[in-house]
C-alpha cells in the first residue's frame, strides 16, 4: 500500500498532563485525570506501533475518548458548557502544514485533532468521520486539518481507494467488462471530485497531493476506456472501440507522466510509487493488446471509421460503490460521573500555575517503514 497510495503524515501533539493540582478536588476525580493521561499516551503509542490492528486501535480510542467526554459532555444537568472544557492546552500539527503546531485551550479541539489523526491511521490501515468540528470556539484556518476543503478532500479519497478495492477484485474475478468500466469511472470522478476539492489550498501544501490525486483520476479514466472498448467490440461497433482504447491510451501516458512529476514535487506525506506497480503495468498492456486488436477486426471485417472525438463515459455503476461507514463516539465513561464532577473545583486553578511543566515541542510522528507486499498485479492487501 506504501508503494500504491500517497499518505500524507500523521499529526503529532505535545505531551499532556492533565495534573490539575488543587482543582481535581477527590481521589476519583484525580484518577480520572491519571487515566486521561495514560489512555492518551497508550493511544499515542498505538499510532507508530507495527503490530497495532483495528480492534486494537478502537479499544485505545475508546479508552481515551470516553473520558475525554466527561470534560465536554455537561455533567451538571444543565445546557451549559461543562465547566472543565477549557482548562486544559492542546497542541497538534496539522498533515499539510509541516511541524508547526496550533493549540488551543479546549477539549473539543483535542477531540477532534485525535480523532482525526485515528481516521488518518485507517487510511493507512485502511476509514472516515466527525460532527464536532462546527462546535469549535476557534474556527479552523485555511489548510488547516480540520478546514473543510481538506476534511472533504480526505474524504472522498479513502471514498476512491475502498472503490479501488472493488475494481481489483471485479478485473480479478473476470466480471463484465461493463461493470469495471463504470466502476472505473466512478473512481476516476471521486479522485476528479477530490482534486478539485483542493484547488484553492496554497501549492506549498497541496501540489504533491493533488499531482497523486491526478494521475489516480487519469489512470482510472484509462481504465474505463479500455474496458468500455472491449464492450463496444463485444457490441460490434469497432471503430467507436478504436477511438475508445486511444483515449484510454492517452490517458495512461499522461498518468504515467504525472507519476514522474508527483515524483519530483516537494510536499509533504511519502511518495507513492504507481508506476512501477504491476497493476499499473498491466494495465498500459491490456489497452495496448486490446487495441491492436480491435484494429485487426476493424482491417479484417468491420471497416468501421474511427471517430473523431471519444466516445463519452455516461456510465453509473450499480455494485461496489464504497460507502462510508459513520463514526461513533464510545459511551462516557462510568467514572465520569455528577459526583465526581462535582469535586472539580475551579476557583482553586491557580495552584497548577506553580507546578505546570516547561513546556515541550512538537516532535513529528516517527511512522514504522513498512515493507511493500507482493504485487499480485490486482489483489490490494
Known amino acids: 500500500m506504501a508503494h500504491w497510495f500517497h499518505r500524507n503524515p500523521l499529526k503529532a501533539t505535545a505531551p499532556v498532563s492533565f495534573n490539575f493540582y488543587g482543582v481535581a478536588g477527590s481521589p476519583a476525580a484525580n484518577k480520572i485525570c491519571n487515566d ?6 497508550r493511544l499515542l503509542e498505538m499510532f507508530t506501533d507495527i503490530t497495532c490492528n483495528p480492534e486494537i486501535m478502537k479499544n485505545a480510542t475508546d479508552a481515551y475518548f470516553s473520558l475525554l467526554q466527561g470534560f465536554i459532555m455537561p455533567l451538571d444537568g444543565t445546557t451549559q458548557e461543562n465547566k472543565m472544557r477549557f482548562i486544559q492546552n492542546f497542541k497538534w500539527t496539522d498533515t499539510l502544514q509541516g511541524n508547526t503546531p496550533s493549540a488551543q485551550q479546549d477539549a473539543v479541539f483535542e477531540l477532534v485533532s485525535m480523532a482525526f489523526n485515528v481516521a488518518i491511521w485507517y487510511t493507512k490501515f485502511a476509514s472516515r468521520m466527525d460532527v464536532h468540528i462546527p462546535r469549535l470556539i476557534t474556527p479552523a484556518e485555511k489548510g488547516r486539518d480540520l478546514e473543510p476543503r481538506v476534511i472533504d478532500a480526505y ?24 461493470i469495471i468500466a463504470a466502476l472505473a469511472f466512478e473512481t476516476a470522478n471521486f479522485y476528479q471530485k477530490a482534486d478539485h476539492t483542493l484547488n484553492t489550498l496554497e501549492p506549498e501544501c497541496s501540489s504533491k497531493w493533488r499531482k497523486y490525486l491526478q494521475l489516480k483520476q487519469l489512470f482510472y479514466m ?12 463485444a457490441s460490434d461497433k ?13 490517458c495512461y501516458s499522461r498518468a504515467e507522466s504525472l507519476c514522474k512529476e508527483y515524483r519530483q514535487t516537494k510536499g509533504p506525506g511519502t511518495t507513492a510509487k504507481p508506476s ?3 497493476f499499473f503495468l498491466k494495465l498500459g ?17 468491420y471497416f468501421h471509421k474511427v471517430p473523431a472525438e471519444p466516445p463519452q463515459l455516461d456510465m453509473k455503476a450499480s455494485y461496489g460503490l464504497a460507502e462510508p461507514v459513520p463514526f461513533e463516539l464510545p459511551p462516557l465513561s462510568e467514572q465520569c460521573t455528577p459526583e465526581v464532577y462535582a469535586t472539580f473545583d475551579l476557583t482553586k486553578g491557580a495552584k497548577n500555575d506553580k507546578a505546570k511543566p516547561k513546556e515541550e515541542e512538537v516532535k513529528p510522528v516517527k511512522e514504522p517503514d513498512l515493507k511493500p507486499q507482493k504485487d499480485t498485479g490486482c489483489v490490494l492487501s
Open 155 to 178: 474524504i472522498i479519497q479513502c471514498q476512491a481507494e475502498a472503490q479501488e478495492v472493488t475494481i481489483a477484485r471485479a478485473i480479478e474475478l473476470k466480471h463484465n467488462a461493463t
Open 222 to 233: 484509462a481504465y474505463a476506456y479500455c474496458y468500455h472498448g472491449q464492450t463496444l467490440l
Open 36 to 41: 486521561l493521561r495514560t489512555t492518551r499516551a
Open 285 to 301: 498492456g491490456l489497452i495496448k493488446m486490446t487495441l491492436e486488436k480491435c484494429q485487426r477486426e476493424n482491417g479484417f471485417i
Open 276 to 278: 512501477e506497480q504491476l
Open 238 to 250: 469497432c471503430g467507436e472501440a478504436i477511438r475508445s482504447l486511444q483515449e484510454a491510451e492517452k
